[in-house]
């Protein structure tokens, strides 16, 4: 199957496994269009992405490459957060949290760019490795209470104990914590 769309076509795509992006005109910004190759990874495959670029409109490329650019100041500051004198105490086991969005304010470098920086430092350098969104609060109403009464993992009991209590609104961290569950495996199971 082959789709042919317009700068839109990320919007509401949600397939696993398109194959192949091929721009032949400049995105908009680097967040457009990592948010077009992005569509390529969705189940993880080999893909490819290519950019045609043509010499009339190299200017807009540059631009779209250095629009989004941090200044100094803004790239000195996330290095002051992320080096502090705490987070240089942590030993290479522990956790920094990063909260993209209030990070941004701080620094002054759009999410999509600490996105990236983030990847860069984990893929170069080995320095990061993401665990994924959080988010403070969770919201969920248990559809199929029998399938998780029949799920023995450890998870599913905590999830078990909450619809009994009728929690619906959570925190993750504090019953990871409680539990001993790993707060990612209980994101999962929420989404079984």
Known sequence: MRVVATAAFCIGTDKPDIRNIIHFDVPGSIEAYSHHVGRARRDELPNVCLFHLSGKYFHLGKMSVYGDRPCRRS????????CSPGNKKLNKSDKIRVFLGEESLDVDISETVLKL????????????????????????????????????????QVMGKLCEIGGSSLSLDGIATSSGCNWLDLIRKLEE
């Not at 000195?76 to 992320?82: F, G, P």
């Not at 430092?121 to 029998?146: A, I, Q």
């Open 75 to 82: 790239l000195c500051l996330l290095l002051e957060n992320t």
């Open 117 to 156: 920086i983030y990847a860069r430092l984990e893929s170069k350098f080995g320095l990061f490795h993401s665990e994924g969104v959080r988010f403070p609060r969770y919201r969920f109403t248990p559809l199929k209470r029998d399938i998780i009464a029949a799920d023995q993992s450890a998870e599913a």
